[in-house]
């Protein structure tokens, strides 16, 4: 999602794009998607990721900055004009029609006269074929979710945009889900906006992310990217941290060996460790601390040490003592990453 | 589980029966009564009075006229009343509630005054082609002002309902304002809808307080002249006048024919998917 001015670009491009509603002032945004690409919008909660996805679609104020898609300017252009698939989170499906309705429903407004087929076959593409004639609210939500996606890309839109497509999803449609959109997404040469609400989608689908929080961009790039340099601590949990600690929370702590070290490598908006930086043992070398909880199946431990609870990993082959004992932790400071949010400013996704 | 505990579970339910059963009673009580007096016999004479049809044809005609009025004029103020923000938008709906809040009579009173021959809207109206005297226009006035309301309040909280995501994604796919309304917000709204038209119509048949003082206007040689352009109710009322068990008959048959409607609808729900039922959970 490199952000471009450039109206000769395809695909999506956001320029400096700005809003306000209600109070909430979101942007200036910049990114881009080239066709064929996926790019996947995080944050936490109220971070105006959807208000984002609205008002590329052409719902909401009328924003500031420039909105083009494939070299066209889109601001003033009304939703049905933007050639823009939307799937809202709530799918939006029309509940009076049949899945096969609500599929061939964007090329009857267009008076396309092969709108029967072209549904037939989108509605077999998405495996759909066992409840076309079905009212939506027969249908599980994977199918829900399916027949929205067929519905939008039966006219063949220009970009497609997804609200939070997997969130509603158990593990396995949410596994089913990612892999039509990947087939989809070869076959179709078309861009795809997402908010991702788990890192699973986001790593599966997106080629770049791009982080709001409180309406405000705070990183746009490459997923592997963000992965190293976690920009703030919901960055920082999203990605998988097991580990997220504010500087409050650091500086809070008594001044034990671990903190002084967890301290000295972490930034203005705190320290995120993954579990495999505190590696447990039973004795040896590092910093003692006592055994918490361990998990009946991998060798994710819960620590105490210095007054922090941190999750660690247990040594591989080496066997740990029942919880409530002494361990000694070997921090691998390298695995450790310190968080540039300044103290004050980054909310707390929590 | 002992007894105390029991009880304790079983009373609300039976309390709540004892109750519902004496509610139900008395609905029920009185139209037996009322079908005890009128004897079969009677029932069957009312039947083959061609007056009775005269006037529930006149009934049936003036409602369907007033709801169709009231639904082209109520519909579209549902849906601003629910969607639109605009100054006077609480006057406006307590203008709405007015006819619903008054008594009867006094919305007769003020009908008469207004209407009443001579009056400027009298004549307005005649000049229109939709005289008030000796026609059913007057009728379709009183059904329309009584029983509007409720077409206008079903609709606004059903067009509250309207599913933005529906909008919007219809909007994506193509659709104009005008297609998105039609297509997702009156589809939607239609249950709701239709809802208030029935209880409009209900209103409007069952109306006889403001018939009786706006009579003399809309039957200037007297108000039981003919029941030509009379509804059921004030025919009704007029053989009360005259011989009870006749009346009794007259309301008996009305309430059978209500009964077998009522039934046909609920047949229809059940075998035909009506089509404000579509999409719903077991259709």
């Known amino acids: ?350 | 589980m002992n007894l105390g505990a029991r009880l304790a579970n079983v009373t609300p339910t039976v309390l709540a029966g004892i109750l519902s059963a004496s509610l139900l009673a008395l609905f029920l009580l009185p139209l037996l009564a009322l079908a005890e007096f009128a004897t079969p016999a009677g029932i069957w004479k009312e039947g083959g009075d061609p007056q009775f049809w005269t006037a529930l044809d006149a009934t049936l005609l003036a409602s369907a006229i007033a709801v169709g009025v009231s639904l082209l004029l109520g519909v579209p103020l549902g849906y601003l009343l629910a969607r639109k923000n605009f100054p006077g938008k609480s006057l406006v709906r307590s203008a709405v509630l007015l006819p619903v809040m008054i008594p009867h009579l006094v919305a007769g009173l003020a009908l008469l005054l207004w209407v009443a021959p001579g009056t400027p809207v009298s004549r307005f109206a005649s000049w229109a082609g939709v005289p008030l005297v000796y026609s059913i226009w007057a009728v379709v006035l009183v059904m329309v002002y009584v029983g509007a309301s409720y077409t206008v309040l079903a609709s606004e909280l059903s067009f509250r309902r309207t599913d933005e995501e529906t909008l919007e994604a219809a909007r994506s796919l193509g659709a104009t304002p005008t297609d998105a309304f039609l297509d997702v917000t009156l589809p939607t709204a239609s249950r709701g809808i239709l809802t208030g038209a029935v209880l409009t119509w209900a209103r409007g048949v069952s109306e006889i307080g403001a018939f009786l003082i706006l009579a003399y206007a809309i039957y200037p040689a007297g108000p039981y002249t003919g029941t030509v352009t009379s509804p059921i109710s004030v025919y009704i009322y007029n053989l009360y006048g005259l011989n009870l068990r006749a009346a009794a008959a007259a309301a008996t048959l009305l309430v059978l024919l209500a009964l077998a409607a009522f039934l046909a609808v609920q047949l229809a729900e059940r075998w035909g998917r009506l089509p404000w039922r579509r999409g719903e959970v077991g259709t």
């Open chain 1, 1 to 350: 999602m490199e952000a471009g001015g450039g109206g000769n670009l395809t695909g999506l491009v956001l320029t400096g794009v700005e809003v306000q509603q209600n109070g909430f002032h979101l942007g200036p945004v910049s990114l881009a998607v080239a066709p064929g690409s996926v790019g996947a919008l995080i944050g936490p909660n109220g971070a105006g990721k959807t208000t984002l996805l609205r008002v590329i679609a052409g719902f909401g104020p009328r924003p500031a900055g420039e909105l083009a898609l494939d070299g066209e300017r889109l601001n003033d252009l009304p939703p049905e004009r933007r050639g823009i698939g939307w799937v809202p989170a709530g799918l939006g499906l029309l509940a009076h029609r049949r899945v096969e309705e609500n599929v061939r429903y964007g090329l009857q407004l267009r008076g396309d006269p092969d709108a029967r087929a072209k549904a037939s076959s989108w509605i077999l593409r998405l495996g759909l074929e066992r409840v076309a004639r079905e009212y939506p609210t027969r249908l599980s939500t994977g199918e829900r979710q399916r027949t929205a996606i067929a519905r939008a890309l039966a006219v063949e839109p220009r970009l497609l945009l997804l609200d939070e497509p997997t969130s509603a999803l158990d593990a396995n449609a949410r596994e089913e889900l990612i892999r039509t959109l990947r087939e989809l997404l070869a076959a179709e040469s078309i861009p795809m906006l997402l908010v991702a609400h788990d890192a699973v989608t986001a790593v599966s689908l997106a080629d770049r992310v791009h982080l709001l929080h409180g309406g405000r961009s705070r990183f746009d790039g490459p997923l592997a990217e963000l992965e190293d340099r976690p920009v703030d601590r919901f960055a920082a949990r999203f990605l998988g941290y097991e580990n997220v600690l504010s500087a409050e929370e650091l500086a809070a702590a008594p001044s034990g060996p671990l903190a002084l070290r967890l301290r000295a490598a972490s930034g203005p908006g705190g320290l995120a460790a993954p579990a495999h930086a505190l590696i447990v043992r039973p004795s040896g070398p590092g910093v003692e601390g006592k055994l918490l909880a361990r998990r009946a199946r991998g060798r994710t431990v819960l620590v105490e040490i210095d007054g922090l609870r941190l999750l660690g990993q247990a040594e591989r082959g080496s066997s740990l003592p029942p919880v409530g004992s002494g361990v000694v932790v070997e921090v691998r400071e390298e695995e450790l990453r310190g968080i540039p949010g300044e103290v004050g400013t980054v909310a707390d996704a929590s």
